[in-house]
């Protein structure tokens, strides 16, 4: 092993934590949050606006539906580690407001080693990719996620891919988003089962 490579997660996160953002304008890495040996690592794209100015992942609307369904499909936040693929948050200035910028490919791959060497630390039974962005970065390669939705491996690990949260509040119609809700609920329920 490196000498230089972190040996613990709060090593890790030191090094994170004090990493300049890769994009400017990032208040701050957002680190991962949860027990070491969670049964689920659920991981995300990036932190939002709300995630950057308060220093914590998924607290932000997505977040909240995210814990909202987990609770509903029985997961237990003290048994899951929630994180981002990518820990600085891109955006784009629209007057006051800071819209979500998508990362990059090369973006992705940069912030890969953190991932693994996160989740090498945590050692979860089951790793959850929500979206594209999560599953690209856990896969090392892009996975479309209507395709793959369900069971996977990422590498030695045990995986499950669905869709990030946000994606059902951007869903415009009322019975869509009722859909698409249960449908992501149902992947939360199959994930208790795999842990349990």
């Given at each position: 092993?490196?000498?230089?490579?972190?040996?613990?997660?709060?090593?890790?996160?030191?090094?994170?934590?004090?990493?300049?953002?890769?994009?400017?304008?990032?208040?701050?890495?957002?680190?991962?949050?949860?027990?070491?040996?969670?049964?689920?690592?659920?991981?995300?794209?990036q932190p939002g606006?709300?995630?950057?100015l308060q220093g914590?992942?998924?607290?932000?609307?997505?977040?909240?539906?995210?814990?909202?369904?987990?609770?509903?499909?029985?997961?237990?936040?003290?048994?899951?580690?929630?994180?981002?693929?990518?820990?600085?948050?891109?955006?784009?200035?629209?007057?006051?407001?800071?819209?979500?910028?998508?990362?990059?490919?090369?973006?992705?791959?940069?912030?890969?080693?953190?991932?693994?060497?996160?989740?090498?630390?945590?050692?979860?039974?089951?790793?959850?990719?929500?979206?594209?962005?999560?599953?690209?970065?856990?896969?090392?390669?892009?996975?479309?996620?209507?395709?793959?939705?369900?069971?996977?491996?990422?590498?030695?690990?045990?995986?499950?891919?669905?869709?990030?949260?946000?994606?059902?509040?951007?869903?415009?119609?009322?019975?869509?988003?009722?859909?698409?809700?249960?449908?992501?609920?149902?992947?939360?329920?199959?994930?208790r089962q795999l842990?349990?």
């Open positions: 092993m490196d000498l230089l490579a972190p040996h613990s997660l709060e090593e890790l996160n030191r090094l994170i934590a004090e990493a300049p953002p890769l994009v400017p304008g990032a208040t701050q890495a957002v680190l991962g949050e949860g027990p070491i040996g969670a049964a689920i690592a659920l991981v995300g794209e606006d709300q995630e950057d914590r992942p998924f607290v932000g609307p997505a977040g909240q539906l995210l814990r909202s369904a987990m609770r509903e499909a029985g997961i237990d936040d003290a048994q899951a580690y929630v994180t981002n693929a990518v820990k600085h948050f891109k955006f784009e200035q629209r007057g006051k407001r800071r819209i979500h910028a998508r990362p990059s490919t090369g973006e992705v791959a940069h912030y890969r080693w953190w991932l693994n060497l996160e989740l090498d630390f945590v050692d979860p039974r089951l790793v959850v990719a929500l979206g594209a962005t999560a599953a690209l970065a856990l896969a090392g390669k892009p996975v479309p996620v209507t395709k793959a939705r369900g069971e996977t491996r990422f590498g030695q690990r045990r995986g499950y891919i669905t869709v990030h949260p946000s994606m059902l509040l951007r869903i415009p119609d009322a019975e869509g988003r009722r859909e698409a809700h249960a449908a992501f609920l149902a992947d939360l329920k199959r994930v842990v349990n």
